[in-house]
């Protein structure tokens, strides 16, 4: 494990540089901000360990842009204050700082910390294997793009914006956003028990291969619901299992697998509809062409209070620019490639997998 | 006074104890002469700066500058200094220039006798 520490002070670098050796790590150092980004162009540390009083970029500063520059692996940060700086403390944390040490450091101190590091980095290694798994699952059709990239993070934007909606304030908080950004992708997870004849048809389906093709939702909700029980204190798996069962359900009620209607649907699966749905929308299928932005948007809002649920479309439609960068930026194939996937999520005024 | 009684008042009054900081640094001794060493030897400029800045009435120069010291000398296990440091730090952030002066009186105290104490161990 490599670590930055960030400090333009020779004593504060010379004790913390000392006290990381001593407990077996490998370190750089950087003087500020600026230099510390520098640094990370060319290494990716697992920590930083950052002063927050420093010339040309200060540590709240940077921990702010470490944040904002998306990366493959997360980075801890914790930030260095003296005893008395409880306010630069707050700002840090609200920058998405992960914990903080205060001066003078103790070895002790800093060695338990650096282990409450290790355990939340190795919860991200979790996070790896959760997509790994969906992106297997989602290997058997010919859609091996990005699909599932692009349905967690609309997911996430329309989970974060009706967190400030009244109705949902208590419910979504940040763990619920982190749940549904880890456990979307796991929405088709079931398709493993769909034989290959089906998933891969180019055809039209026949009555009864939609209704075996219906069951991965009952497939993938029954391994995950057995999952969670037996891990009960994954609490992810019970999301994960909401989704799967649930987000082929409609808001009126003539979904499946069960026919659950309103909020008797999870919100959590609610939510994951409207962004699989809109990413079906912007690809090629066999039976119709890639739709532009405006189109996918506009038939959203016809599905509004009948396929899904009003709020989740209306916070769609608040967002749909940020919804469109993330489909355009999320693209494996020219959008429009010919893919025949048969997990199509229901498709308003279509027949499912046309 | 005896060199125990000398190194117990040091860690009584709370103006530096060799001894603690040298458990401070793992017992590296190395280590905590050179660190001994970088500290002392840029104490003088920094109070010096600090000096100027009061002089020349440049609020933002000392708050920074009193950070500064009071993060040198907390890592230092200094702790008059730094508390000194500390409060000098918020009367200049306060712009309270009594304050300021009175500050800066009691910061110039704690260097010197944290540089007494320093150089005869």
Same mark, same amino acid.
């Given at each position: 494990m490599k670590m930055l520490i960030v400090d333009d002070e020779p004593i504060s670098l010379q004790i913390l540089g000392s006290f990381l050796t001593a407990l077996g790590y490998e370190f750089e150092v950087a003087t500020d901000g600026r230099e510390a980004l520098e640094k990370m162009r060319h290494f990716s540390p697992s920590i930083v360990i950052s002063d927050? @009083?420093?010339?040309?970029?200060?540590g709240v500063s940077l921990c702010r842009e470490i944040r904002r520059q998306r990366s493959i692996q997360y980075t801890y940060v914790i930030l260095v204050t003296c005893r008395s700086e409880h306010e630069s403390l707050l700002m840090g944390l609200d920058a998405g700082a992960d914990d903080y040490l205060s001066k003078p450091i103790s070895l002790e101190e800093l060695r338990l910390r650096i282990n409450v590091a290790k355990r939340l980095l190795s919860l991200e290694g979790r996070e790896m294997m959760i997509f790994s798994l969906a992106k297997l699952a989602e #290997?058997?059709? %010919?859609?091996?793009?990005e699909h599932l990239e692009r349905v967690r993070e609309i997911s996430k934007l329309l989970a974060t914006e009706l967190s400030y909606h009244p109705k949902f304030a208590e419910v979504i908080d940040g763990q619920f956003i982190q749940l549904i950004y880890l456990t #979307?992708? !796991?929405? %088709?997870?079931?398709?493993?028990?769909? =034989?290959d004849k089906i998933l891969n048809k180019e055809g039209k389906l026949t009555p009864e291969e939609f209704e075996t093709m219906k069951e991965h939702t009952r497939i993938g909700g029954e391994t995950l619901r057995a999952s969670a029980q037996a891990y009960s @204190?994954? #609490?992810f798996l019970w999301m994960a299992y909401e989704i799967a069962i649930n987000?082929? @359900?409609r808001w009126d009620g003539?979904?499946? =697998?069960?026919?659950l209607s309103g909020e008797q649907i999870p919100l959590s699966a609610r939510i994951v509809s409207v962004a699989d749905v809109y990413d079906a929308l912007r690809s090629k299928r066999v039976y119709k062409p890639a739709f532009s932005h405006e189109k996918s948007v506009g038939i959203i809002l016809e599905g509004k209070g009948t396929q899904f649920d009003p709020d989740v479309v209306d916070a769609f439609v608040k967002l749909e620019s940020m919804v469109r960068e993330i489909s355009e930026t999320?693209?494996? !194939?020219?959008?429009?490639? @010919?893919v025949a996937p048969r997990?199509? =999520?229901? !498709? =308003?005024d279509q027949t499912t997998l046309a | 006074m005896t060199i125990s009684q000398l190194k117990q008042s040091e860690r009584q009054n709370g103006v530096f104890s060799r001894q603690r900081f040298l458990d401070y640094c793992l017992g590296r001794a190395e280590l905590a002469e050179r660190l001994i060493t970088i500290f002392t030897e840029g104490l003088p400029k920094d109070l010096l700066d600090i000096q100027e800045a009061v002089e020349a009435g440049d609020v933002p120069r000392i708050a920074k500058l009193a950070h500064r010291l009071k993060g040198a000398s907390a890592s230092m296990c200094a702790e008059k200094l730094s508390t000194a440091a500390a409060t000098l730090e918020r009367s200049a952030r306060a712009s309270d220039t009594d304050q300021i002066a009175a500050g800066w009186l009691v910061v110039e105290k704690e260097v010197s006798a944290l540089l007494q104490a320093l150089r005869h161990p």
């Open positions: 927050v @009083e420093m010339p040309h970029m200060d #290997s058997r059709d %010919d859609d091996t793009g #979307s992708p !796991l929405h %088709d997870i079931g398709k493993v028990g769909v =034989p @204190e994954a #609490s987000h082929h @359900e003539n979904g499946y =697998p069960n026919k999320h693209q494996e !194939l020219p959008r429009g490639s @010919e997990m199509e =999520p229901t !498709l =308003p | -």
